[in-house]
C-alpha cells in the first residue's frame, strides 16, 4: 500500500472503523480499475497519473495556464477600457488612437505592461473587441 493509499485508509478507519475502511478501499481499487475515468467524473480536472510528467510536459502546462490567465486579464482590462473609448468615439467620431490613449490615461485606466497608452497598445484594444479590422501584412 503507498503511502497516500495508507493516508486514505487510516481516514476511513477512523471514521467506518477498521474493517468497513477495507472494504471502502477495496470499492474504490476495483471502480478506479474497472473505470479509471471515475476520477474525472468524480474530481472534474483530476486524473489518475501512473507516471510523473516529464519537464516539457510541466512546462507546456504552465504556458498554457500562463497564457490563459494573460487572456482572462486582456478581457477584464478590455472590459474596463472599453466604455471610455466608446465615449470618445462617439463624441468624436474622427478621434486619433494617440488621442484615445490620452482619454484612457486621463481615465486612469491603466495598460497591462507600460505606465500610458500607446496608439499601438490602443489599437489592439480595437482589434481585440472588434472596433478595427486586423490590418493585412
Do not use: C
Amino acid at each position: 500500500m503507498s503511502s497516500s493509499d495508507t493516508r486514505l485508509y487510516d481516514a476511513l478507519a477512523k471514521i467506518l472503523g477498521p474493517s468497513p475502511a477495507e472494504d471502502v478501499m477495496e470499492l474504490i481499487t476495483e471502480t478506479v480499475g474497472q473505470n479509471p475515468g471515475a476520477i474525472e467524473e468524480l474530481f472534474p480536472g483530476k486524473k489518475l497519473v501512473d507516471r510523473k510528467m516529464s519537464s516539457a510536459e510541466r512546462s507546456r502546462l504552465m504556458t498554457a495556464a500562463g497564457a490563459k490567465a494573460r487572456e482572462q486579464a486582456a478581457r477584464e482590462r478590455y472590459a474596463i477600457a472599453l466604455p471610455h473609448v466608446k465615449r470618445a468615439t462617439e463624441a468624436n467620431p474622427a478621434i486619433t488612437l494617440r488621442e484615445i490613449a490620452k482619454v484612457l490615461d486621463d481615465a486612469g485606466v491603466k495598460p497591462l505592461r507600460a505606465d500610458k497608452w500607446s496608439a499601438p497598445s490602443v489599437l489592439n484594444l480595437l482589434k481585440a473587441v472588434g472596433l478595427r479590422e486586423p490590418t493585412k501584412t
